[in-house]
């Protein structure tokens, strides 16, 4: 009976190493003291090693017998026996510890659990939803990825990147689900990245992407691990790096950047008209001063003869072309977007709010911009804001100016022209090696890892 145990208590512990290879915050512990052997297995991003070392390590060494330890094992609440493989790889997940000895495997709860260094989230906020956010501690965030994601497929690969700064990033994935074609070329990416220092996560998104000369961003940069979840249950894989608290989700496409994480808790309509909402503001928010530029100098006969008149009449003061115009008021725009994140936070709102209304006012009572052109900056700037992610923003603000520069020298063509080419150059990108204008798609071999599964 008691050989039986050891064999049933071996091929338990055999099948669980099996399931946790290639997961790097496995923490496996031998604990040897007298002729006394024991194994401890948990998950360290999930477990609080206070617990572990006080309960578990020092209580070995301070117990003289294995079979009194395991009765002290036994005695606390939180302990129970494992019935099966399954059952020890769930508690696992959950955050307790196995202790392992040649007959019997018992569980411990150490599970950690993160709340007072964890911040809501700045630049993604959602109304419906959670509201933590990455720190800069690679633990703290493991551990809330863990948390939410209790798979023992959710794999873990740490490397070091940065001669000088030495910097610790974990390469988190789904093995059922991510394709490994990819993995194999973030790791080779990575591998080549010969830098003395490395601290945000943006600098690793710039030098493994190529070209390296992009408009758009290729790689998601998110604080959200609810995102980051949602992403690797997806099949892609996100990178989590030590002192940032932000993390890379990739492969990415562009409808990615679109996409709140409010839309997956409101209703199906709901979501929907939200993202029709966030394209129709990425239309406007390019197109409007392009097509500003274009009815006013080139094509004025397409507008109705009222809307023409009232433009004419609005600019009759303004000494200067209208491009000018365009691109006095949308510099002066970005001079404030810039003050107000360089400026104090407790003098920062005040100040661009106050500028910008005598901004506005004082350019407009001195003939320098129309009335229109101030209304049309307003609604250019509240568009480029619904925007979720902050990297795709950015690049829509930049692109903005290149269909200025198209509607001043060839009009109302240069706008279509640059439409055209905008799509064929988002159609030719890649992010490692997958289609970046592949809308509304979920690549195939995360769908049949989620079948199969």
């Known amino acids: 009976m008691m050989a039986s145990r050891k064999e049933d208590t071996g091929e338990t512990r055999q099948w ?9 915050d496995t923490e496996q512990v031998h604990l040897i003291h007298e002729g006394k052997e024991i194994e401890l297995i948990y998950f360290k991003s999930l477990c609080d090693p206070s617990i572990v070392s006080e309960n578990l390590v020092n209580r070995f060494y301070e117990i003289l017998d294995v079979q009194e330890y395991m009765e002290y094992i036994r005695a606390c609440p939180s302990s129970k026996e494992a019935k099966g493989g399954e059952e020890l790889l769930e508690s696992l997940l959950k955050g307790q510890a196995a202790v392992i000895t040649k007959e019997s495997i018992y569980l411990f709860d150490v599970l950690l ?14 109304i419906q939803g959670p509201t933590d956010s990455f720190t800069e501690n690679i633990d703290t ?3 809330l990825v863990r948390r939410r994601y ?25 093995d059922r689900r991510v394709d490994h074609s990819v993995l194999k070329e973030l790791r080779d990416r990575l591998s080549l990245i010969d830098e003395e220092v490395i601290q945000s996560a943006s600098e690793i998104e710039r030098f493994t992407m190529k070209p390296s000369m992009r408009l758009f961003p290729t790689i998601m940069l998110s604080e959200r691990p609810d995102r980051t979840v949602l992403n690797l249950s997806q099949g892609k894989i996100a990178v989590l790096m030590d002192t940032t608290g932000y993390v890379l989700l990739l492969p990415a496409i562009f409808n990615d950047f679109f996409t709140a994480m409010d839309d997956q808790i409101q209703l199906p309509p709901i979501g929907w008209f939200l993202k029709i909402i966030r394209y129709i503001g990425l239309f406007l928010t390019v197109m409007l001063p392009a097509l500003y530029v274009a009815f006013t100098s080139y094509n004025p ?24 115009e365009v691109l006095f008021m949308l510099l002066a725009m970005e001079f404030l977007m810039e003050a107000s994140v360089r400026l104090p936070k407790s003098i920062g709102p005040t100040a661009t709010t106050v500028g910008g209304l005598i901004l506005g006012t004082a350019a407009t009572e001195a003939g320098l911009v129309s009335n229109i052109m101030v209304i049309l900056v307003a609604a250019v700037a509240i568009t ?4 979720p992610l902050t990297m795709m923003s950015f690049s829509i603000r930049v692109m903005k ?3 200025i520069a198209l509607a001043t020298l060839f009009g109302l063509v240069g706008i279509v022209l640059g439409i055209v080419a905008t799509i064929m150059y988002l159609a030719s990108l890649r992010s490692f090696g997958k289609p970046y204008f592949k809308m509304f798609a979920i ?8 079948n199969n599964g």
Request: no cysteine; hydrophobic share 40%; net charge positive.
């Open 16 to 24: 669980l190493l099996k399931q946790l290879e290639n997961t790097g």
């Open 113 to 126: 659990v993160e709340g007072s260094g964890v911040s809501p989230a700045a630049t993604e906020a959602v």
């Open 141 to 143: 965030n493991m551990n």
């Open 150 to 174: 209790q798979s023992a497929h959710l794999k873990s690969e740490y490397m070091t990147l940065g001669k000088t700064s030495r910097t610790r990033i974990a390469i988190l994935y789904d």
């Open 301 to 324: 006969e397409i507008l109705k003869m009222r809307i023409t008149l009232l433009i004419a009449g609005s600019r009759a003061t303004v000494p200067y072309p209208s491009f000018v």
């Open 384 to 387: 480029n804001f619904v925007i």
């Open 401 to 403: 100016y290149f269909f």
């Open 443 to 450: 690549d195939r071999s995360a769908k049949e890892g989620r």
